[in-house]
């Protein structure tokens, strides 16, 4: 049995919402294993659901660019909030994104593509530890391209110009001009940096996390004591709604709750009379899927001076 501790139980209750005992209980059934006790939770009806359990758990900045019918987002990881506001990081993230554009998704092309003044992105990245006195990396790009179109910015809790927590980029293939196109996807834009989607279509959606949906909900319905004919058909409810929620063009639009994304864009479409097409979109958050180590401070100070905390 792994060793569940105050901090572990803590953490739980922060992904979860769940009560202390209910962590602790859950942490306890699954072994101190963490994703396993937020499934267990959940399959008690006593977690939220995990669409927007993604933690930040490093600090850095996102940044992106567009040009043209293209766009980039990057994502440059730091120890401290604090680098985020540093000029000479800003500038290196800015350039990086910019460069981006050029090398695509291929993150070591990127950081191995020329940097301005001299040697490549990764000479620069390693010139900012040494300058800043901190440890940086660059963690992820994307890059989205249209034949005719726009690629359309947004940036939540903007830091800089082009750089902030959450960047996202929405790729519109349509003969509509940029008045039409670039309203319409700072709004889908807005939409998905408070939705979080998974996939932009329900069919693009990881199997594995269907799966997961899937024997949670199974699990749930067992609960209810109903006929198993009843029971998959409450699975089967289950999975459907989750796939409606977690795809992007089948969420309710954030600015009415009512309207599905695709028909937002289809009353645009129909509006500049003209075909406009969600093509793809990006939303990178800052750190997550990053596990930040954490410490027990009190327990720590309680260590030292040969006490229990």
Known sequence: MAEITAAT?????????AGMMDCKKALSE????????VDWLRSKGLAAAA?????TAAEGLVGLAVAGTKGAAVEVNSETDFVAKNDQFQAFVKT?????LQTGDDVEALRSASYPGGGTVGDALTANIATIGENQALRRVRVLTVSNGAVVPYVHNQVAPGMGKIGVLVALESDAGIDVLEPLGKQIAMHIA???PQALHADHLDADTIDRERAIAREKA???GKPENIIEKMVEGAVAKFKKEAALLSQLFV??????????????AKDAGTAIV?????????????????????????AAAGVKA
């Open 9 to 17: 139980v803590k953490d739980l209750r922060e992904r979860s919402g």
């Open 96 to 100: 990086v994104s910019g460069l981006a």
């Open 278 to 302: 969600l093509k793809d979109y990006v939303r990178f958050q800052l750190g997550e899927g990053i596990e930040r180590e954490t410490s027990d401070f009190a327990a720590e100070v309680a």
């Open 222 to 224: 067992a609960e209810s």
């Open 30 to 37: 699954t072994n101190g294993d963490m994703e396993a006790a």
């Open 194 to 196: 408070a939705s979080f």
């Open 51 to 55: 669409k927007k359990s993604s933690r």
């Open 255 to 268: 600015m009415d709750n009512k309207t599905p994304v695709q028909d937002v864009v289809a009353k645009a």
